[in-house]
């Protein structure tokens, strides 16, 4: 966490953009439901990392198991697009869809390799967006908050997690991010935002979660 690199992000560049514009027109059109369009905003901006896309299905069916993804890699959140048996009755085995926002604009098309369930189907793969999605403030992203910090000289930032996640740096304000959930989910969110350390109020259950995150507990 030295230094708060810069994390991964799914959206393409912007000289890809227009093309990636082009391509939706051709391709089957899912409109999110606002708690969709936040989740893919999540994905997209780098505070789901590692994920590059909606899970797989083993993946999905192994944390919803164990919270863990296929390959042992802690992961909480068994995330797939729902869409209705219907919709997924189009599908052909492979296809890229659109994802759009119910004004019709494109936000990022899915490369569909798994799907399963029943109604509603479940989708997932790889995400290719178009930045910026609608949704959360510019200044609240990972790669923001951690150019935000590099650029104040922090070297700790301790996370606070409840009804919201609270970062506290060593230089300048705290920041409080309005990510509600299960503290699994709250304290990967915090640790991509730029979290380096976990409050744990010496709960023993919290300072097991710092090491399986990569925080450093405190309490």
């Known amino acids: 966490?030295?230094?708060?690199?810069?994390?991964?992000?799914?959206?393409?560049?912007?000289?890809?953009?227009?093309?990636?514009?082009?391509?939706?027109?051709?391709?089957?059109q899912w409109v999110l439901s606002p708690e969709q369009m936040r989740d893919?905003?999540?994905?997209?901006?780098?505070?789901?990392?590692?994920l590059r896309g909606y899970l797989a299905q083993a993946d999905h069916a192994a944390v919803a198991a164990g919270g863990r993804l296929a390959s042992g890699a802690f992961w909480p959140l068994p995330l797939a697009l729902e869409v209705s048996a219907g919709f997924a009755a189009t599908l052909e085995p492979g296809e890229d869809i659109a994802l759009c926002a119910p004004d019709g604009a494109v936000l990022a098309i899915l490369s569909v390799t798994d799907r399963w369930g029943g109604d509603p189907l479940?989708?997932?793969?790889?995400?290719?967006?178009?930045?910026?999605?609608?949704?959360?403030?510019?200044?609240?992203?990972?790669?923001?908050?951690?150019?935000?910090?590099?650029?104040?000289?922090?070297?700790?930032?301790?996370?606070?997690?409840?009804?919201?996640?609270?970062?506290?740096?060593?230089?300048?304000?705290?920041?409080?991010?309005?990510?509600?959930?299960?503290?699994?989910?709250?304290?990967?969110?915090?640790?991509n935002h730029g979290a380096t350390h976990l409050d744990t109020g010496g709960d023993a259950a919290l300072r097991a979660l710092a090491a399986e995150v990569g925080l450093e507990p405190l309490g």
Request: glycine share 10%; charged share 15%; aromatic share 6%.
């Open 122 to 191: 479940l989708l997932g793969e790889r995400v290719k967006g178009l930045p910026p999605p609608p949704g959360r403030a510019g200044h609240l992203t990972p790669n923001a908050l951690r150019a935000w910090f590099r650029a104040a000289g922090c070297t700790r930032v301790v996370a606070e997690l409840g009804t919201a996640v609270t970062l506290r740096p060593d230089a300048g304000a705290a920041v409080v991010l309005p990510l509600a959930g299960e503290a699994a989910w709250q304290a990967i969110a915090a640790r």
């Open 40 to 50: 893919l905003a999540l994905l997209m901006d780098g505070a789901m990392f590692p």
């Open 1 to 28: 966490m030295s230094g708060f690199p810069a994390l991964p992000e799914l959206y393409v560049t912007p000289s890809a953009a227009q093309g990636l514009r082009d391509e939706a027109a051709r391709r089957l």
